[in-house]
């Protein structure tokens, strides 16, 4: 048995498919790790990855085709394949900081192609008419450039860098995948089809290869239309609500104005009052100055002008519906995030509040908003009384009742992938009768970034 092992390790080093495996173990570490070209440690890390799943692919493939020699089981390439797809699994688990759904679709990709490619090469040879040669090398290293061109294309356009991925887009990008590879692995079966005709199936294998390039950027561009309607929607949502801010300032400035130009007859009417004695009338007139200076001055700053309009914004709206708005905030005045995913957090918890309140026809609802800086965290609390029937199923997985439900109500899932992008999280429950999500972001965001650029792999 070792002497077949050691015969196909020699068969591999004369036929290239070392050189195979060092591609294909590249494109790997490629599109499963950050690798900063720009750093030298970085691009060390990668080399010592590369080599290291090399060595390990080498050794399986040995194995298996030495195994498949000793058994006379016909050709390895179909348990060198399933060999490719446990390595890929393993690696990917458990050396890759990407999300799942990046690691099943960008390693399905590349299994699919870089198989569909070897065999495309290998009908090609054949339609060449070219046996173990130079110009059968040609065609093999072509074919291996071509996996090298996949995996920067894949990292150039990277689907890590969208927070929205449709779950039956990733569905059906991963089963597309998998048919085409099921097509090559039938075909590995059915040998004898690429020696009779091997042009029709040098032609069928490289479709496929287009079917599964296809797949992935369509796949993509989806992806990258969606963050694109939400960023558009966030950027209206924050205009809007700096457009509010302002006019409030106005109208608040204008108030002010006016209570300070009547405040010299107020001040000699309430003398009178005073003098006379009535003191009825002096408590009303006290009263209805109380509620012209709290309208005169009812406007959040929260010291970030942002977050302000924002919240401003989503309190005219709910007061417009008959619901407080309470605020307890102090944050700094900048702060290392996004405007645009901080207004698609705070807009996405605060419409889904109002929307809940008024779908339970809440008569004395209010919105309880809280912010404080703790340590090198920024946390918000955001709570809405609920009733005791409420579903808590459906509340919990923020659902809006409004028609575009692209654009609005981005769901639980999305609110924890905006805050896990800055190294926090979100948590959501229901308790004594009020919902409420609780976000913690990380204020040293920049700095994690910068170090993890200057350092490798992407954490999640």
């Not at 990917?92 to 399905?108: N, Q």
């Not at 150039?156 to 097509?183: K, Q, Y």
């Not at 006016?258 to 005073?274: E, G």
């Not at 207004?343 to 605060?350: G, R």
Request: with cysteine; aromatic share 12%; charged share 20%.
């Amino acid at each position: 048995m070792w002497s077949e092992i050691l015969t196909f390790a020699g068969m591999m080093l004369r036929d290239g498919l070392l050189l195979q495996i060092i591609v294909v173990s590249a494109a790997l570490v490629l599109i499963l790790n950050d690798v900063s070209f720009k750093s030298g440690q970085s691009v060390l890390c990668g080399v010592l990855r590369t080599v290291c799943l090399t060595a390990v692919l080498f050794a399986l493939y040995a194995f298996l085709g030495g195994m498949a020699l000793y058994t006379r089981s016909g050709s390895p390439s179909k348990w060198q394949s399933l060999a490719l797809i446990a390595c890929t699994a393993v690696y990917a688990t458990f050396f890759s900081g990407y999300d799942w759904r990046v690691k099943l679709l960008a390693c399905s990709e590349l299994i699919a192609s870089s198989v569909t490619l070897t065999e495309c090469g290998g009908a090609l040879g054949r339609v060449l008419e070219v046996s173990w040669d130079m110009e059968s090398w040609v065609v093999r290293s072509l074919c291996f450039a071509m996996i090298v061109v996949l995996a920067l294309l894949i990292r150039r356009f990277h689907i890590s860098r969208f927070d929205d991925m449709p779950t039956r887009g990733v569905v059906l990008t991963f089963a597309s995948n998998v048919m085409c590879f099921s097509m090559v692995f039938i075909g590995q079966f059915m040998g004898g089809l690429a020696f009779d005709y091997p042009g029709y199936v040098a032609f069928a294998y490289f479709m496929l290869y287009v079917i599964e390039i296809l797949s992935y950027f369509t796949f993509y561009a989806i992806c990258s239309e969606r963050a694109e309607r939400v960023q558009l929607q966030a950027e209206k949502e924050l205009v809007s609500a700096n457009n509010e801010l302002l006019t409030l300032s106005e109208k608040t400035l204008s108030d002010m104005r006016q209570i300070r130009h009547d405040l010299k007859n107020q001040i000699s009417y309430m003398r009178m009052l005073f003098e006379n004695g009535d003191a009825d009338a002096l408590d009303r007139f006290f009263a209805g100055m109380d509620t012209g200076l709290h309208t005169a001055i009812s406007y959040i700053d929260c010291g970030n002008k942002n977050i302000s309009a924002i919240l401003n914004m989503k309190k005219t709206k709910a007061e417009a519906s008959g619901y407080s708005f309470r605020t307890d905030i102090v944050i700094p005045d900048k702060l290392p995030f996004s405007d645009t995913d901080m207004c698609s957090i705070l807009t996405n918890l605060l419409d889904n509040a109002i929307e809940a309140m008024e779908h339970y026809d809440f008569k004395d609802g209010y919105i309880d908003i809280r912010a404080r800086v703790n340590g090198d965290y920024l946390y918000f609390i955001i709570m809405n009384p609920l009733p005791d029937d409420a579903e808590s199923g459906s509340i919990l997985r923020l659902v809006t009742n409004k028609s575009d439900k692209s654009l609005h109500g981005m769901g639980t899932k999305i609110v924890k992938r905006l805050a896990a992008k800055y190294n926090g999280l979100a948590a959501f429950d229901i308790e004594n009768g009020k919902f409420e999500a609780k976000i913690m972001l990380d204020l040293k965001y920049e700095s994690h970034v910068r170090q993890s650029t200057r350092g490798g792999d992407r954490k999640k």
